[in-house]
């Protein structure tokens, strides 16, 4: 800050990694693009009670799948069946930029859509200044804006995040820079910005907290005793901010529930810079936050060298029960968590790595000019309660494809939502530019950590024929696995430990000819031919 059913054979089907072995990634069960010819972004996702789903982004297209743009960006709601069909969607905003952060559905059926906007006109009217938080309430089928209102000051206010509260209300939190109008107390520059209305959308109380530097909510929960917890990053240590490790943190609060006391705080991170988008309520009481950690000191162990997804779990209290800093030697950014049914957690973001815990990337086919060198995957980790990889998939083209949201279905099922440029790979159907793209994902395919033994091991060998090197890549991995090449007389030439999914072997003292390579490890054998010219 976002069909022809194609048959996806998982990249993965097992990988060694911490002493555990990674299960079978679920598959694709079906992918969807929506959008126009220009830029149509996905936010958010959430599962509707009739089985279907609802995706609130934004959108300055006006053709494909988009109708009723009212100029630039627009509120863009789609919504869709159980099987990702459209169903409606729906144009709402002014002639400025107006961007859906959250979609809550009301208990009649209909919605409640927060964002943010600098319009003031369209279906937009009573913005105060530059951009506001701008909330709507919909019926069923967005025909009919029963109430909009709109938050803010003369300055910067932006909606991260909206949630239902147990009195029938909302809250949402975000950022601002004003200290006029819907907001009190800004203690300099950009604070968090948290605001409680009831189910008409009136204000009932509202708090600035941060310091002097850049601080900005982006995830807020309501807590089993009717308080919340209020997840995003903040710089400097000085107002309300204290512990800063440097550069931005994570920061963490934990009030009551008017607001008016702070039970604690926390900041976590290294040096660099650290950002939260993501926080929800883990089972046990206490929480766990996504986002992503450039640092690799104070809080943050085990940085693979680039931006990695840094998943932290706390206790009711605040303080760390574990953290994970995942990825590869690239760019890797988190941007939705979830707790799944059987207690563990799947995070969803973007990567461009192709190396440390990232396998499968696509990489970018045009790099001519004008074309981005590196484009990004989605990029799904399934979590164990305690923080161990189960598996990992790369979802996407070879151009860009950011994941924003994650959540579990009905079924025990994913779906994943963001934004889309590819038209190839795991993607079908561009409208061009950026479209909203939604995969479901099957359930977990095994409860455990463990391979299973009587499936058929799948190697690749390529290039094949191959001079001076060949490279295997295998659909799992286990530690025990061993690769061993002999000629046509069944003479071994060659023997090594196999690295993971996939290895290189050196190939250039073997004369030219027919070759087998066979892959032994537990109950598994496989062999495949290969030539050397």
């Known amino acids: 800050m976002k069909f022809n059913y194609k048959k996806t054979i998982p990249v993965l089907a097992g990988i060694f990694f911490s002493g555990f072995t990674m299960a ?19 936010n958010t996702i959430i599962q509707t009670a009739d089985g279907g789903y609802i995706i609130g982004g934004a959108s300055n297209s006006n053709d494909g799948n988009v109708s009723g743009n009212h100029g630039n960006q627009d509120y863009w709601l789609v919504k869709l069946n159980s099987t990702g069909n459209l169903q409606w969607q729906k144009s709402l905003g002014g002639t400025g930029n107006d961007y859906t952060s959250s979609v809550i559905q009301t208990a009649d059926g209909g919605y409640v859509v927060a964002g943010t906007t600098d319009s003031n006109n369209g279906d937009v009217t009573g913005n105060k200044g530059f951009t506001d938080g701008w909330v709507l309430k919909l019926n069923s089928d967005a025909g009919v804006i029963y109430w909009k209102k709109t938050f803010g000051g003369t300055d910067y206010d932006v909606i991260n995040q909206m949630v239902p509260t147990t009195d029938g209300g909302y809250i949402f939190v975000g950022s601002s820079s004003s200290t006029t109008g819907d907001v009190t107390g800004n203690n300099g520059y950009v604070d968090y910005w948290i605001v409680k209305i009831n189910s008409d959308g009136n204000i009932q109380w ?78 046990d009481g206490g929480f766990i936050v996504a986002g992503h950690a450039f640092s690799n000191d104070g809080d943050v162990t085990d940085n693979h060298d680039g931006t990695d997804f840094w998943v932290v779990k706390i206790n009711e209290a605040g303080n760390i029960q574990w953290q994970k800093a995942l990825g590869g030697s690239k760019l890797d950014e988190a941007f939705s ?68 949201s994650v959540i579990q279905t009905a079924d025990g099922g994913y779906v994943i939502v963001g934004s889309s440029k590819s038209n190839n790979g795991d993607v079908t159907g561009n409208h061009g530019d950026y479209d909203i793209w939604v995969v479901k994902l099957a359930q977990d395919n095994l409860a455990t950590n463990e391979v299973l033994k009587d499936d058929k091991l ?26 061993t090449i002999t000629d046509m007389l069944g003479k071994t030439v060659h023997q090594q430990k196999l690295e993971g999914l996939n290895t290189k072997i050196n190939t250039s003292r073997l004369e030219k000819g027919v070759y087998f390579v066979t892959i032994l490890g537990g109950t598994q054998k496989e062999t495949k031919k290969f030539i050397i010219e």
């Not at 901010?241 to 900041?267: A, L, Q």
């Not at 970018?364 to 590196?374: F, K, S, V, Y």
């Not at 390529?462 to 001076?468: G, I, M, S, Y």
């Open 206 to 283: 509202k708090k600035s907290l941060g310091g002097t530097g850049d601080d900005r909510a982006t995830s807020v929960v309501q807590t089993s005793d009717g308080g919340y917890a209020v997840a995003g990053y903040a710089e400097n240590n000085n107002g309300d901010v204290t512990g800063n490790h440097g550069g931005k943190d994570y920061w963490i609060i934990r009030m009551n529930s008017d607001g008016g006391v702070i039970f604690w705080k926390k900041s976590l991170g290294g040096t660099h810079q650290d950002l939260p988008w993501s926080m929800v309520k883990t089972s």
């Open 337 to 404: 968590i979830i707790q799944s049914t059987d207690g563990g957690y799947l995070v969803v973001g973007s990567t461009i790595s192709n190396d440390g815990q990232v396998v499968g990337y696509h990489p970018p086919t045009n790099t001519g000019p004008g074309e981005a060198p590196l484009s990004f995957d989605y990029w799904a980790v399934k979590l164990s309660a305690t923080g161990s990889i189960k598996w990992q998939k790369c979802l996407g083209g070879s151009n860009t494809d950011e994941a924003s």
């Open 24 to 42: 079978q990634a679920p598959a694709i069960q079906w992918q969807k693009t929506f959008g126009g010819s220009n830029s149509d972004r996905a």
């Open 458 to 483: 799948a190697i690749n060998v390529f290039p094949n024929p191959a001079k001076d090197h060949i490279t295997l890549k295998l659909d799992y991995f286990t530690p025990s696995m061993e690769a």
